[in-house]
């Protein structure tokens, strides 16, 4: 069993920036893919950003590019999503979760792809 905690999550004005944080634990945590999802209220989950087991495969939707940067670090077990240029839009709450062989591709948006998920983590930004 692998957990997941997000942290980072909190309210920010537009333009601002915020890193928020998906701590993994148990099983082989460090052998699994990442990805950040979010969801708004009254919406859909949705995918944002993705990253392989050694950190060096990254893949976001063409909608977040240039403002999510994913990253990892293997010692510490944790994952971390960047987000700058903060959108009253981009207001939900944050997952992450861990797949085994999630694909750096189109198919790291499908939720099936993943194995186990945080409990999120809110960002609010306002106007």
């Known amino acids: 069993q692998v957990q997941l905690v997000e942290s980072g999550g909190g309210l920010v004005q537009a333009g601002g920036s915020l890193r928020l944080s998906c701590a993994a634990s148990?099983?082989?945590?460090?052998?699994?893919?990442v990805g950040w999802f979010r969801q708004a209220p009254g919406k859909e989950r949705e995918f944002v950003a993705a990253i392989n087991w050694s950190g060096d495969t990254t893949y976001y939707p063409d909608s977040v590019k240039g403002r999510f940067t994913i990253s990892r670090d293997i010692v510490k077990n944790t994952v971390y999503l960047q987000i700058d240029t903060l959108k009253p839009e981009d207001t939900a709450v944050y997952y992450c979760?861990?797949?085994?062989?999630?694909?750096?591709?189109?198919?790291?948006?499908?939720?099936?792809?993943?194995?186990?998920w945080g409990q999120g983590t809110q960002v609010t930004v306002s106007s």
């Open positions: 979760a861990a797949g085994f062989k999630t694909p750096m591709s189109l198919f790291a948006a499908r939720e099936t792809e993943y194995d186990y």
């Open positions: 148990g099983g082989t945590a460090s052998a699994y893919a």
